[in-house]
């Protein structure tokens, strides 16, 4: 007879077995900003009027115009409030649009239009005139509140900016303020993909001008040409400005060359701003980019960007400086990074990305990436944002090398 006990016969441990289904799909979101005026009214009323075969939820500040004019193809859905008391927070549109109206950005209110959940495919935030769209971004991207609830029903898909072919210059360069950066610099930063919308009241002379100083401000935006927000949907929506898994198209093609921007005016070719090719470091009223070309990187300088990057977005100063810079001391430059993307290699050939919003950050491998897609001969890394000089520039090169 054994000496082993019937308690000692291992038994079976209900293992918990990883699910073969594949996740959920989340919902995309875009976050809308533009300058005052720049037609981000008109954008969002043709999205919601048009037969475009895309079911958006549109979630705005107000109702406003766009209700006023849709009144009559408005059609008022909700079971649960016959006498429609609460019908203005939705609206159920005739081209499958879902309109949606909130105060603020409230989680509650996005929480609410979650219910409704399989009755649309994307989401379009649209922001204030004067919104920083960074914070609001961030709230949409790597924050652990967010991914425990939220977060398993949308992902932050990318930021649109819309600016005024006539004024968008003079705007950018207005803005500045005593302290800080001004709004419509910032949303140029912030943005993923920029419409510079009313072309048709401009000379082509100042669109390129005025694409040159968007250029200047965020290298790594997709710039498109518009009249009164007339875009295929398909090149502002699903552009997945912030995976992390895999590398999007636009984003390749962005560093590739930077400054190329396509004209949707039937206009087939890219303008291209040759001027600015080769150069690396941009300027304006105190918002600039850093550009810079990274190796194949071996463990050592991996960690080493790594270490950089926590530095600089969560210390605000170089690696090798003790603190941040005085802030009495008028000709010191603090570093506030904005945005900041990249892919590169490992020297194991591995592809690699790197998403950053303000001081959050991430830097992922490229499990499965398109061959299609082509990557640059070289990894380039972009940082938008303050105080970003050309010791900023070196401190970051003599990481790489
Ligand atoms: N000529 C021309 N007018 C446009 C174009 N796009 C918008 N407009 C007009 O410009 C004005 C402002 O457009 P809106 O769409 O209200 O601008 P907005 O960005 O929503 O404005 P705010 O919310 O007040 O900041 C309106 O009278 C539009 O009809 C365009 O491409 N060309």
Redesign the pocket.
């Known amino acids: 007879m054994s000496d082993i006990e019937d308690d000692d016969v291992p038994t079976l441990i209900d293992a918990e077995v990883p699910s073969t289904e594949p996740p959920e799909p989340t919902v995309p979101l875009t976050i809308i900003c533009?300058f005052?005026?720049?037609?981000?009214?008109?954008l969002i009323r043709r999205i919601l009027t048009e037969k475009h075969g895309y079911r958006i939820a549109v979630i705005m500040n107000e109702f406003g115009d766009t209700a006023d004019i849709e009144a009559k193809a408005i059609n008022v859905a909700s079971p649960d409030d016959p006498l429609g008391e609460t019908s203005e927070e939705f609206l159920e549109l005739a081209n499958g649009c879902l309109c949606c109206s909130i105060k603020d950005l409230g989680i509650a209110a996005i929480e609410k239009l979650m219910q409704r959940k399989g009755a649309f495919d994307h989401i379009l935030l649209e922001t204030t005139?004067l919104a920083d769209p960074g914070p609001i971004a961030s709230m949409f991207w790597h924050n652990e509140e967010f991914a425990m609830g939220l977060g398993r029903d949308i992902h932050l898909d990318g930021v649109l900016c819309?600016v005024d072919a006539v004024f968008g210059l003079s705007q950018m360069e207005e803005d500045k303020k005593i302290e800080g950066l001004g709004e419509s610099l910032r949303q140029v930063a912030g943005a993923d993909v920029v419409l510079v919308?009313?072309i048709?009241?401009a000379s082509p002379e100042d669109v390129e001008n005025l694409e040159d100083a968007i250029s200047q401000v965020n290298p790594a935006a997709t710039i498109h040409r518009?009249?009164?927000?007339e875009i295929d949907l398909g090149l502002i929506m699903g552009i997945d400005a912030y995976s992390t898994d895999k590398i999007p198209l636009t984003k390749a093609e962005n560093f590739v060359d930077a400054t190329d921007s396509v004209c949707n005016e039937g206009c087939a070719e890219s303008h291209h701003h040759s001027h600015h090719k080769g150069s690396h470091h941009y300027e304006m009223r105190g918002i600039s980019s850093l550009q810079v070309s990274c190796p194949p990187l071996d463990p050592v300088h991996f960690d080493q960007l790594d270490a950089w990057i926590r530095t600089v977005l969560w210390e605000c100063r170089l690696p090798g400086q003790d603190s941040k810079p005085d802030q009495s001391d008028k000709t010191a430059t603090t570093i506030e990074v904005l945005r900041c993307k990249g892919i590169f290699t490992r020297h194991t050939g591995d592809v690699y990305v790197l998403q950053g919003v303000r001081n959050m950050y991430e830097i992922s491998k490229v499990e499965d990436h398109d061959s299609n897609v082509g990557l640059p001969d070289e990894g380039k890394l972009v940082f938008i944002g303050k105080g970003l000089t050309e010791q900023v520039r070196g401190s970051l090169e003599k990481v790489l090398r």
């Open positions: 533009g005052l005026g720049a037609g981000k009214s008109t005139g819309v919308n009313k048709d009241l518009t009249v009164k927000g």
